[in-house]
Structures are given as C-alpha cells and as structure tokens.
C-alpha cells in the first residue's frame, strides 16, 4: 500500500511557534474522513475557500477575510468549495505562547466546536503574507519573533465577528459568503444574492452586516483584493490583468482601491517592496 502524502509543510519554527502551509487537492482522502488539527492550537489562513464541518457545531466556510482559531485535539471534516481543494497556512502555537497571547481554549459562544472565526484587517493580512514569504525565504529570526508577536496581538485584540443569532440565519450567512466566495469578478446586485437564498433582499443586507461585520460589497471587495494580493505575490501575470479578472473596470480602478486598502499600490507587492 503506498504511503499517503503529507499535506502539511513546516517551513520555519521560530520561539514558541511554527510557520506552515496546508495543501489538500480535490482528490484527497481527507475530505471524506475525520481531520484531526492536532495536539496544539493553529491560527488557520486560508488561502482557497473552505467549508469546515466541526463535530456538534454548524458548519463554516473559511475565506481570506477572516481567520480560523483552532484550539488542541479538535476533530473536524472539510468540505470542498474551491475546485483546487483547500490552500492554507498556519501558526501552530506552542502551550506558553498560546497562553500568553491569548489564544487559550475558550467556552465562549463564539467557538464553533473549538473552532473561532476572528476577523483579518487588511494590516494584519499584509503581515502575515510577509511573515509567510520570510518564513520561505530564512528570514532573521529576531525579525520573524517579532513579526508574529505583533500579528498575534493584532489577531486577538480583532473583533470576533457577531453571531448570526438562530441556527436557520447562520446558515444563511454561511451560504452567502459561498456565494460571494464564488462570485467574484461578476456583478451582482443584493436582489441577485437574496434570489440565490430565498430571502428578502432589505432584511439580508442588514442581517449580513449584522452576523460579520461587513457589508455584502465589503465583503466580496476584500476577498477580490486578497486574492489579487496573492496572485501579485505568486504569479507574473500583468498587474492590471489580475485586476480585472477579479472584476475592477480598470488597472487604475484596481489600482486605487488596492493602495487605500492596503496602504500601498499592487506594484509595491510585485516588486516585495511592501
């Protein structure tokens, strides 16, 4: 019998942490099994959306707008929503850091099976993608201690967005981020969403805000420009052909949006200026 691959990459362990990704293809075994995070607690990003299906709990579609907070021997399934599978890094945390910086389990209402989606500002985004670049490239670790400190203090002074309130509106909310998730270079209006979920299009604008925290055009925006971070980063591809593939009518359309999101424009990131 041949030996499964390993999913997961460790590329740097620094002072009370661990620096990896996480690649699962569409084919993968894992999808119809029990996943196991393991001993310790991960702080999740994810690249590619991703349903997580954690045991006695609703299920949740992780995007790049947030992050997903796991604590210690939780026992999920995943579930496909991107066609490439689920593309992720992570912050696996030791005991004492875990506890220091806040991240220790919680009984909160917020804990999805021991699973907390805790919003990702598009600082704290920015600096997890340079951490994660630093950790491929042997950054200084004095520098990457430091870096991760601050993201882990970013992360847990962030809101935990508000619950969505009885089961039927958490759903709700879940399928329409799958739809945003899914949609992103098209455009839609709120009656086209509220068509797709069977829900008046007045009350699913206020209650989407209401459950994350962002509106239904925020929260699509910030996925499109996530994604377009990581192209930038990932890929040669021209700077105003990335724009436009995530649906922004221009390269300076794209442009201007990208520098007051994030504080710099699309070449910076191409360039690893920023």
Same mark, same amino acid.
């Given at each position: 019998? &041949? ?10 362990? #620094?002072?009370?942490?661990?620096? +990896? ?16 995070? +393991? ?5 999740? !990003?994810? #690249?590619?959306? /991703? ?10 579609? #992780? ?11 939780? =026992? ?46 598009? /600082? ?12 491929? @490239? +042997? ?6 201690? =430091? ?13 935990? $967005? $508000?619950?969505? #309130?009885?089961?039927?509106?958490? =759903?709700?909310? =879940? ?29 699913? @604008?206020?209650? !989407? ?8 055009? &925020? ?17 040669? *591809? ?8 995530? +649906? ?5 359309? !794209?442009? *201007?949006? !990208? ?6 424009? $699309?070449?910076? /990131?191409? &360039?690893?200026?920023?």
């Amino acid at each position: 019998m &041949s030996e499964r691959p390993d999913p997961t990459d460790e590329l740097i362990t #620094g002072s009370g942490y661990t620096v +990896g990704t996480f690649t699962c293809g569409p084919d993968d075994w894992r999808w119809s099994s029990d996943n196991w995070v +393991g001993p310790q607690r991960h702080v999740v !990003f994810p #690249g590619t959306p /991703v349903w997580i299906l954690p045991f006695g709990a609703d299920p949740l579609l #992780g995007t790049a707008n947030h992050v997903l907070c796991y604590d210690g021997d939780v =026992e999920f399934r995943r579930r496909l929503h991107a066609p490439d599978g689920d593309r992720c890094s992570f912050l696996r945390l030791e005991e004492d850091l875990a506890e220091t910086a806040g991240f220790a389990a919680s009984s909160s209402p917020a804990v999805t099976g021991g699973i907390r989606a805790t919003s990702l500002d598009p /600082v704290a985004f920015a600096r997890h993608r340079r951490i994660l670049a630093a950790a491929r @490239s +042997g950054a200084d670790p004095l520098w990457l201690d =430091e870096q991760v400190y601050d993201l882990l203090r970013r992360l847990t002074a962030a809101p935990v $967005p $508000p619950t969505a #309130g009885p089961a039927p509106n958490r =759903e709700l909310v =879940e399928q329409v981020k799958a739809l945003l998730a899914a949609s992103l270079p098209e455009r839609l209006t709120v009656p086209d969403i509220a068509r797709a979920v069977h829900y008046s299009p007045y009350h699913l @604008s206020r209650m !989407f805000r209401r459950a994350t925290g962002y509106s239904l055009h &925020s929260y699509r925006q910030h996925l499109r420009l996530r994604a377009a971070f990581d192209l930038l980063r990932e890929t040669d *591809r021209p700077i105003g052909d990335i724009g436009v593939s995530m +649906g922004f009518d221009s390269h300076s359309h !794209f442009t *201007r949006t !990208f520098r007051r999101t994030f504080g710099h424009p $699309p070449a910076a /990131v191409r &360039s690893r200026a920023a």
